[in-house]
C-alpha cells in the first residue's frame, strides 16, 4: 500500500523559509515523478513544483518561481520542497503527489497518490 507523508508544515512570518519533506512509501520512488501541489481555503488545488522521475528536470508555478526548490532523494524516498521568501497569499495546505507516468506533470489528475499534506500559514 503507498503511503505519502508530510510534513515540515507550520506558522512562518513573511519573508520566512519553511522546508516541506514528504516521506514515501510501497511504491518503487525512483521510477515516480513527484509534485507538490497546495489549496488555499475557497480555492481550488493549483500546482507548486514537480520533479520528473529522472530526477533532471524541475517544473515550478509561475507564482513560486525563484522562491520554491524541489529536490528529492531516492536513497531515502524522500521529495522536499524549500520555501524562501515566503508571502502570506503562500497560506495553504500543501500536499505531495506521484505520478507512475514520471513526467513531473502540471495537471493534478496525472498523480495517483497522495498525501494528506500539512498546513502551512504566512503572516503578515
Known amino acids: 500500500q503507498v503511503h505519502l507523508v508530510e510534513s515540515g508544515g507550520g506558522l512562518v512570518q513573511a519573508g520566512g523559509s519553511l522546508r516541506l519533506s514528504c516521506a514515501a512509501s510501497?511504491?518503487?520512488?525512483?521510477?515516480?515523478?513527484m509534485g507538490w501541489f497546495r489549496q488555499a481555503p475557497g480555492k481550488e488545488r493549483e500546482f507548486v513544483a514537480a520533479i520528473n522521475w529522472l530526477r533532471r528536470y524541475s517544473s515550478y508555478a509561475n507564482s513560486v518561481k525563484g522562491r520554491f526548490t524541489i529536490s528529492s532523494d531516492n536513497a531515502k524516498n524522500t521529495v522536499s520542497l524549500q520555501m524562501n521568501s515566503l508571502k502570506p497569499e503562500d497560506t495553504a495546505v500543501y500536499s505531495c503527489?506521484?505520478?507512475?507516468?514520471?513526467?513531473?506533470?502540471?495537471?493534478?489528475?496525472?498523480?495517483?497518490?497522495w498525501g494528506q499534506g500539512t498546513q502551512v500559514t504566512v503572516s503578515s
Open positions: 510501497g511504491l518503487t520512488f525512483s521510477t515516480y515523478a
Open positions: 503527489a506521484a505520478d507512475s507516468l514520471g513526467a513531473g506533470s502540471q495537471n493534478d489528475k496525472e498523480y495517483e497518490y
